[in-house]
């Protein structure tokens, strides 16, 4: 933290559970200043490990002490913590910003917008989707089924798994692999997708699927 514009910086410390030193931190990280209490900052990760439902904090910088304000969660530790009543945005956090009112968060991540009202009332904080109609799912790769009367695309999806359209045309699509979808290819003969999907930060954590994907 520094009070001079950059001239000079104070180590504040960082919540336990929280990932932003991991490679993953390049991408899957987001922060916010508070807008009318210089003290309190917010930071955004991607899942965590170990205390995976907590990967969005608040931190109070005068103490400096963080809390986590995301879902209900049992910690590595065995105790509970309440963040946001229960309630959380899609995991993979990637940037953060307080809305006109200075009361709400608006966040953005791998699953879509999201905002959390009542900041500063843990009591009344609580997360809401708000993606709407946007189509904001990210594909690493699609595969298209031309055979029989298919005529359809199928996908892999960041963050969001493989997902298939239901008939040619079709735009609500279906989850048929989750995790972080990736390569995806059609066997025409048994009609059948290969699906090689990533469990962990790395190619070295994927594992690769067949799966039958019926009309």
Request: zero cysteines.
């Given at each position: 933290?520094?009070?001079?514009?950059?001239g000079?910086?104070?180590?504040?410390?960082?919540?336990?559970?929280y990932?932003?030193?991991?490679?993953?931190?390049?991408?899957?990280?987001?922060m916010?200043?508070h807008?009318?209490?210089?003290?309190?900052?917010?930071?955004?990760?991607?899942?965590?490990?170990?205390?995976?439902?907590?990967?969005?904090?608040?931190g109070?910088?005068?103490?400096?002490?963080?809390?986590p304000?995301?879902?209900?969660?049992?910690?590595?530790?065995?105790?509970?913590?309440?963040?946001?009543?229960?309630?959380?945005?899609?995991?993979?956090?990637?940037?953060?910003?307080?809305?006109?009112?200075?009361?709400?968060?608006?966040?953005?991540?791998?699953?879509?917008?999201?905002?959390?009202?009542?900041?500063d009332?843990?009591?009344?904080?609580?997360?809401?989707?708000?993606?709407?109609?946007?189509?904001?799912?990210?594909?690493?790769?699609?595969?298209?089924?031309?055979?029989?009367?298919?005529?359809?695309?199928?996908?892999?999806?960041?963050?969001?798994?493989?997902?298939?359209?239901?008939?040619?045309?079709?735009?609500?699509?279906?989850m048929?692999?989750g995790g972080?979808?990736?390569?995806?290819?059609?066997?025409?003969?048994?009609?059948?997708?290969?699906?090689?999907?990533?469990?962990?930060?790395?190619?070295?954590?994927?594992?690769?699927?067949?799966?039958?994907?019926?009309?």
């Amino acid at each position: 933290r520094s009070e001079d514009h950059g001239g000079t910086w104070t180590a504040i410390g960082e919540p336990g559970a929280y990932r932003a030193r991991d490679p993953q931190g390049d991408t899957h990280f987001s922060m916010a200043a508070h807008p009318s209490n210089a003290k309190r900052v917010f930071l955004g990760g991607d899942s965590g490990r170990g205390d995976g439902n907590l990967f969005m904090w608040a931190g109070d910088l005068g103490t400096p002490t963080w809390v986590p304000i995301t879902g209900s969660d049992k910690l590595s530790t065995g105790s509970i913590v309440e963040g946001a009543n229960g309630t959380k945005p899609h995991a993979d956090s990637r940037a953060q910003v307080f809305d006109a009112t200075g009361t709400t968060i608006l966040e953005g991540d791998d699953g879509g917008v999201y905002r959390l009202i009542n900041v500063d009332q843990p009591p009344n904080r609580k997360w809401e989707a708000v993606t709407g109609n946007l189509r904001v799912t990210e594909f690493s790769d699609v595969a298209y089924d031309p055979t029989g009367a298919n005529d359809r695309l199928l996908g892999g999806a960041q963050d969001n798994g493989v997902q298939a359209q239901p008939s040619g045309g079709g735009q609500t699509w279906k989850m048929v692999e989750g995790g972080d979808g990736q390569l995806v290819w059609i066997d025409y003969g048994v009609r059948a997708v290969t699906a090689v999907n990533i469990a962990g930060d790395s190619l070295d954590f994927g594992s690769a699927h067949n799966l039958t994907v019926g009309d």
